[in-house]
């Protein structure tokens, strides 16, 4: 029946029963998903997780059900990518990519944290699911709740990319525009999962919504031969992913499942919403709400929920952050396409663009091993990058013709 305890305020620590809570009455502070690890380290090892299907249910007893998924048990184990084309223009030795641009179903890492929300919606007896998006989750609730017979709401910005908004559409939710960036459109799903008692997932189940996030860097671990790497660079927003990497390396370690652990964590953002890298850069916890102003939509967060936790994280484990502009995230988008073949959106130019950056610095050292963590797919962002191409060249289809390109093409060489 599941190996959950309950719900633990992260502040004062106080418990709640696993109810749909996400606030402690007490003190304010936000609820995360309590387990019994005595439990569940009887009942799993390396050998039982590896002879579980490919997905990120493999981690079943560290997930916040009770029963089995319901909704999305597909999803995850991505691949993890020697990036050896990369590494050798970075200047490292060892570097890799964990690839969620290619989960399942909607192409971003989002994919993980809808399939535990809705899951555990259903547990709950919600009928109506929504969320608060940037772009990514509203694809993914849309798609799982479209699979699951859930109604959904999803919220956005009114000026998110097309390939985000016809991602979301397509699977015939109720999608609602609103004139205003996320941090609006966040606060007005507060007041409607208040109001009309609907699972927004990002919102009102937020603890068990986040737990989801783990299995990116249980799949990390599990695909370095459990082992961890010395630096995991993460894209963040409302910085729930790298808190939830943190806590997944320290659950392994707690659990037997690798021998120890020395990562550091390192968050990256775009300069124009990089509330986060600020903080981490000015030796503070204190996060200062900015009006987000990038091309980096997935990640434009002003007021970052899990702002002060990453903060923490990033400090922890002796990890750094740091933002680039929107030119060097295109460059970064274009660096990996053409050494790794990897088409990934605004988030992963900026994660690839900041981890060059963290190498010129030093923070990384070259002869260590580093995660660039890929988060979602680059045809959804294609306004990123459709003026920042060759225009290549048209010729009639005759063969004098291509000739004549090629003669140009050897002169040039010459
Ligand atoms: C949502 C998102 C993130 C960051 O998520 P948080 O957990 O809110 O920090 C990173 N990359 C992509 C592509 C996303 O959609
Ligand atoms: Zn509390």
Redesign the pocket.
Known sequence: MGYVNGLKCRECGKEYPKEPLHVCSFCFGPLEVDYDYEGIKKVINREVIQSRSNTMWRYKELLPIDGEPTVGSQVGFTPLVKANNLAKILGVEELYVKNDSVNYPTF???DRVVSTALSKAKEFGYKIVGCAT????GNSVAAQAAQACLESYIIMPADLEQGKIIGTLIYNPNVIKVTGNYDQVNRLCSEIADKYGWAIVNVNIRPYYGEG?KTFGYEIMEQLGWKVPKHIVV????????TKIGKAIKEFVQLGLIDGADTKLHGAQASGSSPITTAVKGKTDVIRPVKPNTIAQ??A?GNPADGFYSVKSINVSGGWAEDVTDDELVEGIKLLARTEGIFT?T?GGVTVAVTKKLIEQGKIPRDESIVISI??NGLKTQEAVINKLYEPKIINPSLAEFDKVMEEKMAAVR
Request: a neutral charge; aromatic letters at 4%.
């Open positions: 971003s890492f989002k940037t772009g990514n989750l996030s894209p963040m927003a409302g910085g729930s992913l790298i997935s990640i967060i959106e988030a988060t979602g």
